[in-house]
């Protein structure tokens, strides 16, 4: 959904220089206190400690689970990593053994504001955490509460069969996503003091199963528009056709998409635009047939009926089919490519069900009437009653074929055909054999046409009222389309991925958990991308200015407990805390031959020579501080 633009296309630039082939992924979830509580208390940490165990020992989890670095927190995730683990790490006794208060003084620590492990701080929820300075034991600590933090958890994407799903621009792996639900529900575990949800597991799966879940009302909506079409006609073939025009436009629809590289895949190609088909299709039909059939009542013989009745409706159709094509068109001027295509896929299909249902059967339905020839006028009250219960079956068995050609062209079309033989096919030589046996067995037979299309004669009164009185009437309508343009002012711009999915689902509450606890936008990092000779030491603090710059701004940014704006570490970072560290100056002359000098007191080295030479060092061993404790891996 991402529109063009320098932001934009910088982000495709940072995804191909930082492409890996690492088949190495990570989930996000969210862990909270299913009370609203404090999810930082002993009892909680303990349970998804356990849950957390439970996962590790899970047999069908270790086939997945890996160990990933994780660059902002410069920790290791081992198959499973939260805050419980640093706790547990940093008690003699662990939680098991620990009480509240000495849980309490462990996070204390581990989260302080010169601590190392202070970038746990990250995992916190930012809205509702809060810190107090207080005394356990005697002892002055700052007792941390959150209601909610993340949990990392590391697997391998090739551990899974290769079964995908394009959700949003995206390949999802359906067996990944069903294990991820599987790795959600263990952490949940009992939810006595804690559960867990994860952040976008699974939005294939989600999305297939909202297609599944939709299919049921497409397919209903196109039930209920084959019998208007056939009640009002006053046809069983009409009613049929109809399905069988829909379905050869859906497939067109698909086939079309296909060809010129839309994503057929996107949810808004597959439950949006088939809606509106469907809608478009129908009314086309009923003005094209329905004024075929205002001639035949007339007395126009048949072969003549469909010139006259199509001349008729052909400035109004071919007016209705280009402004609402052009409507549609107008959203390739959005930038965004999922809705420009969204504007193409729909005036594509408009033009499908124009030709399709408003030329080409209508005059089906008239050939179909020809060949059957004239009918029974005798037919008993009972078999009558047979006959309409019998279309409203097909009717729905139709409304099925055309729907899965909607949700599964792949398969669709072997249900298409069959509808074709068995509801049109068929019953058309059954038809005109029952009609050629009545003609020859002389019984009374009628060639009456019965529904005039546009037959419902209070909506045709109401018509020439409103247009008669109209002084009324355009006074009423502009102060409708005044309203119109007030309300539209205040429709909320832009879409959200919840938006597509039920509010019942995990995906979306876990969205909607995640603004809650990391406010809107969830907490991402983001990151400025910098181009250029790193080794230089004005490039370094160009970087560091630019920080400078960006916190004293008065953008939202998310900023610690202390209101500065939180930044990860970064190549300034390593050289500025080798370059004092008189243990990391002595490792990297010896390794590399190259002495580190500051002799303007920037605390950065004098030289590029210099500079790259802590890279070179720093790529296979560790950064250590003034006193020698390691502060970033070769990894991180």
């Given at each position: 959904?991402?529109?063009?633009?320098?932001?934009?296309?910088?982000?495709?630039?940072?995804?191909?220089?930082?492409?890996?082939?690492?088949?190495?992924?990570?989930?996000?979830?969210?862990?909270?206190?299913?009370?609203?509580?404090?999810?930082?208390?002993?009892?909680?940490?303990?349970?998804?400690?356990?849950?957390?165990?439970a996962l590790l020992a899970d047999e069908e989890s270790q086939e997945h689970l890996a160990t990933l670095f994780n660059r902002d927190l410069g920790i290791a995730v081992e198959g499973v990593y939260s805050i419980a683990d640093a706790v547990d790490d940093a008690l003699p006794a662990g939680l098991a053994?620990?009480?509240?208060?000495?849980?309490?003084?462990?996070?204390?620590?581990?989260?302080?504001?010169?601590?190392?492990?202070?970038?746990?701080?990250?995992?916190?929820?930012?809205?509702?955490?809060?810190?107090?300075?207080?005394?356990?034991?005697?002892?002055?600590?700052?007792?941390?509460?959150?209601?909610?933090?993340?949990?990392?958890?590391?697997?391998?994407?090739?551990?899974?069969?290769?079964?995908?799903?394009?959700?949003?621009?995206?390949?999802?792996?359906?067996?990944?996503?069903?294990?991820?639900?599987?790795?959600?529900?263990?952490?949940?575990?009992?939810?006595?003091?804690?559960?867990?949800?994860?952040?976008?597991?699974?939005?294939?799966?989600?999305?297939?199963?909202?297609?599944?879940?939709?299919?049921?009302?497409?397919?209903?909506?196109?039930?209920?528009?084959?019998?208007?079409?056939?009640?009002?006609?006053?046809?069983?073939?009409?009613?049929?056709?109809?399905?069988?025009?829909?379905?050869?436009?859906?497939?067109?629809?698909?086939?079309?998409?296909?060809?010129?590289?839309?994503?057929?895949?996107?949810?808004?190609?597959?439950?949006?635009?088939?809606?509106?088909?469907?809608?478009?299709?129908?009314?086309?039909?009923?003005?094209?047939?329905?004024?075929?059939?205002?001639?035949?009542?007339?007395?126009?013989?048949?072969?003549?009926?469909?010139?006259?009745?199509?001349?008729?409706?052909?400035?109004?159709?071919?007016?209705?089919?280009?402004?609402?094509?052009?409507?549609?068109?107008?959203?390739?001027?959005?930038?965004?490519?999922?809705?420009?295509?969204?504007?193409?896929?729909?005036?594509?299909?408009?033009?499908?069900?124009?030709?399709?249902?408003?030329?080409?059967?209508?005059?089906?339905?008239?050939?179909?009437?020809?060949?059957?020839?004239?009918?029974?006028?005798?037919?008993?009250?009972?078999?009558?009653?047979?006959?309409?219960?019998?279309?409203?079956?097909?009717?729905?068995?139709?409304?099925?074929?055309?729907?899965?050609?909607?949700?599964?062209?792949?398969?669709?079309?072997?249900?298409?055909?069959?509808?074709?033989?068995?509801?049109?096919?068929?019953?058309?030589?059954?038809?005109?054999?029952?009609?050629?046996?009545?003609?020859?067995?002389?019984?009374?037979?009628?060639?009456?046409?019965?529904?005039?299309?546009?037959?419902?004669?209070?909506?045709?009164?109401?018509?020439?009222?409103?247009?008669?009185?109209?002084?009324?009437?355009?006074?009423?309508?502009?102060?409708?389309?005044?309203?119109?343009?007030?309300?539209?002012?205040?429709?909320?711009?832009?879409?959200?991925?919840?938006?597509?999915?039920?509010?019942?689902?995990?995906?979306v509450r876990g969205l909607e958990k995640n603004e809650q606890y990391f406010g809107e936008g969830g907490g991402d990092l983001d990151y400025v991308f910098v181009e250029g000779d790193l080794t230089d030491p004005d490039a370094l603090l160009a970087i560091e200015a630019t920080e400078a710059e960006l916190d004293e701004s008065d953008a939202e940014f998310r900023r610690d407990f202390n209101g500065d704006v939180e930044f990860s570490p970064n190549a300034a970072t390593v050289v500025r805390i080798a370059t004092a560290s008189e243990a990391m100056?002595?490792?990297?002359?010896?390794?590399?031959?190259?002495?580190?000098?500051?002799?303007?007191?920037?605390?950065?080295?004098?030289?590029?020579?210099?500079?790259?030479?802590?890279?070179?060092?720093?790529?296979?061993?560790?950064?250590?501080?003034?006193?020698?404790?390691?502060?970033?891996?070769?990894?991180?």
């Open positions: 959904f991402d529109p063009s633009g320098e932001i934009y296309d910088t982000a495709e630039r940072v995804d191909d220089v930082f492409a890996t082939s690492s088949p190495l992924r990570s989930a996000l979830y969210l862990v909270e206190a299913p009370d609203g509580g404090d999810a930082l208390s002993r009892e909680a940490l303990l349970e998804l400690q356990q849950n957390q165990e053994g620990a009480t509240d208060a000495e849980v309490k003084v462990a996070l204390g620590e581990l989260l302080a504001d010169d601590a190392p492990t202070n970038g746990l701080r990250f995992l916190l929820s930012t809205t509702s955490t809060m810190r107090d300075p207080t005394t356990v034991d005697g002892q002055d600590v700052v007792v941390w509460e959150s209601p909610a933090f993340y949990a990392f958890v590391a697997y391998d994407i090739d551990s899974f069969d290769s079964a995908t799903a394009d959700s949003f621009g995206d390949e999802s792996n359906l067996d990944a996503e069903r294990w991820l639900r599987d790795v959600q529900t263990i952490l949940r575990g009992d939810e006595e003091a804690v559960t867990a949800i994860g952040i976008f597991i699974d939005v294939g799966l989600v999305g297939e199963e909202q297609g599944a879940a939709a299919a049921p009302y497409i397919f209903g909506a196109i039930a209920f528009v084959l019998i208007i079409a056939g009640s009002l006609l006053r046809s069983y073939w009409a009613g049929m056709l109809v399905g069988a025009g829909l379905g050869v436009v859906m497939m067109s629809y698909n086939g079309i998409n296909a060809l010129i590289g839309l994503k057929t895949g996107s949810p808004l190609l597959i439950m949006i635009v088939p809606i509106s088909l469907i809608s478009f299709g129908v009314d086309f039909f009923i003005h094209g047939s329905g004024r075929t059939r205002e001639e035949q009542v007339d007395g126009v013989p048949r072969d003549r009926a469909y010139p006259l009745g199509e001349t008729a409706v052909f400035a109004a159709l071919l007016l209705a089919v280009l402004s609402s094509a052009a409507a549609f068109l107008s959203n390739s001027v959005s930038g965004i490519e999922a809705i420009i295509e969204f504007g193409i896929a729909a005036a594509i299909g408009l033009l499908l069900c124009y030709a399709v249902l408003g030329w080409i059967v209508p005059k089906l339905l008239l050939s179909i009437e020809g060949g059957l020839g004239p009918r029974p006028s005798d037919l008993s009250h009972l078999r009558l009653v047979g006959q309409k219960v019998g279309f409203v079956v097909a009717a729905f068995i139709g409304g099925i074929a055309v729907t899965l050609a909607i949700v599964f062209p792949a398969a669709g079309w072997v249900a298409y055909l069959l509808f074709l033989a068995l509801f049109l096919y068929v019953p058309f030589l059954l038809t005109r054999r029952r009609n050629r046996r009545a003609a020859d067995a002389g019984r009374t037979t009628t060639d009456e046409v019965r529904g005039a299309g546009h037959g419902f004669r209070a909506a045709g009164s109401l018509v020439h009222f409103l247009a008669r009185w109209r002084v009324f009437t355009l006074p009423a309508v502009a102060l409708l389309a005044v309203l119109g343009l007030a309300g539209a002012s205040r429709v909320e711009e832009g879409f959200e991925i919840k938006d597509f999915f039920s509010s019942d689902t995990d995906l100056t002595e490792a990297v002359l010896a390794e590399t031959g190259v002495e580190i000098t500051d002799t303007d007191g920037d605390g950065l080295p004098d030289t590029a020579e210099q500079v790259r030479a802590i890279y070179q060092y720093s790529a296979s061993d560790s950064v250590v501080d003034a006193d020698g404790a390691e502060v970033f891996t070769p990894d991180q």
